[in-house]
């Protein structure tokens, strides 16, 4: 049976778990069957007589699996440049909360708005990313903080999937923060979230997995507890928020829960490291709020290659604290500002991004069976990829055998 | 006589001078003909009886004068990926120098390169920084340092500005680091630069100024004022690399040459400070470097608004120290990192930058007689355009009048 499409005259990254590094094949092609990868390797292994409906010469570029991006807030309504402004003006905190400020203002934006405008804003954002060669995307909820808000957030998420050949992969965070009619009583907003909200979006299935935000001034170690315990009742994975601006334990926490991926992590100490290591749970930074917020403590890198904990890295796109849609900078970021090696930055944008979602059975790796998502880069070699900064080498993507000339985007 | 194009129904910024911050003007338009601005203003104040012969429903979007990128080096050969990925991995400056890492990476890989190389390459980076709304470019030489080289580069810099509707303004930094030929002797080297080289490029018009790097591993100040002296006798006005990494009064003898620009400025006192207010010499600041070296000082920002120095921003484009390609990842890397404000960043890049450059009289701001160099952006309001990070809102570009239906890039 002939290949729909082999990608040939390509260097590889495979990222395969029995190969060294990220797995590097010079020299190889990729062949497609029904959206999955069917061979990728070497060009010398491929069958003398594999035929194929397209045959795409690569001219010497690289391949790549499609880029990962395992943490981000796309959905909200508005955008916090003025509150960005103020601040550089010199405005405090609190002359800022004063003024509507803060996260209560990206809430307010998004309650006021539709579900269209939700996608509309969102595009915009999950289009700049697609243009770096993303082709799984985590969104969260977050900023609607009332039932119906949040249930319009992940159906917007959802629907960006639809609108772009790009697979979603949706969390609900009902508990990132605390909405203003709450009143400070963050144990019955939390009761909400268990028993209101979560059951809802589960019978919509609206929600991948369940995530919580672990701070002092989000929600504590007890209440993120319930929250996921709640998830596992409706049978969701979970991941955290954890350790971003203190240690509560939030990485031990997200471990003995078997979470997917415990997020942050800059104050995890190294029972945390040890404890997430134990539990696969991946370790995803986010090198963009590192970067806005000017933080001076770095995650625990050298922990994290001392046990072997698998480590990804994202966007964490968001209008407060990271308003990043760039992986690529993403990367360049995490290997200026947190010293991970290139290896570790194109690992963890691929491979361990889909671990950290689940997904690694289905993404991640040039590997057959797995879904051919993939990015194709007009580049000499693969640390140009986090070298570079603000420029995009990207030549083309393809997600599920499908080449750009095959869909608009 | 009608307009060539009116843009109406825009927001502006026009960088005015006699107007505060940004010189917005709400509800606006642009006028151009033959390729200068006619009018900029409240589009309350177009004669009623304006024709034009293409009129642009600019829908709401701002506008701002084209961006004008008034420090690169953007023409050399190769790159240092691998460089960047040896630091990563642990490797020091010995054995990357032992490796042939380095600036004697880039001139040799330079020197090997063909003038239609030097011009590939540079394309691509010069695209990427079009795309962002750059219609004013500086190129510098200096990875030559030899005459047939730096004359080289210099040719693919001006053919740059053929190959693209864009303007090139070039500087001749010969004086950039010493070649290994020279054997250390740097007083030798000065010669050439001041009695070979300097002659031979001004004789083919190929710099419109002269730029050099003092400072303990380049040149003294004594050598510097050398480079300065041979600038003036062939009439070419002189800017400087300045105290980046060491006090040398960089600024200040920046400044008695009556230098349009000192770029970098890390470690320039309040004496430098002044001197260069004085002179009205601009200073450049350069976050791309100060965020890729990790550096901890960030220029004297303070000292520049207490005595009301001329302030710009620029990318800095550069294999090694500042592999940027986006001069709104600049602005937003000033405001996080230097904690310039939005209206610092912007008129920084703008009516700064095209002072910097010794060109106000012709771009930087939305004014009649100038050339009509636009950015039109979909944005609600300007500080989007340092807040968001890997973010491009560019809408169309126009450079002396023509909008991007008229030319191809």
Known sequence: ????????????????????????????????????IVFAGAAADLPGDARATETINCGGRWITPGLVDCHTHLIFGGHRANEFAMRLDGATYEEISHAGGGIASSMRATRAASEAELVASGLKRLDHLISEGVTTIEIKSGYGLDQDTEIRCLRAARQLGRERAVSVVTSFLGAHAMPPEADGDKDAYIDRVCNEMLPAIAKLNLADAVDAFCEGIAFSPAQTARVFAAAKAHGLPVKLHADQLSNLHGARLAAEHGALSADHLEHTDEDGVIALTRASTVAVVLPGAFYALRETQAPPIALFRKHGTHLALATDSNPGTSPLTSLLLAMNMGATLFRLTVDECLLGVTREAARALGKLHEIGTLEAGKFCDLAIWDIEQPAELAYRIGFNPLHARVWHGRSPTHFSN
């Open 1 to 36: 049976m002939p290949f729909d499409t082999i990608w040939t005259h390509a260097h590889l990254t495979t990222m395969a778990p029995d190969r060294p590094g990220l797995g590097i094949v010079e020299d190889g092609c990729v062949a497609a069957r029904d959206g999955r």
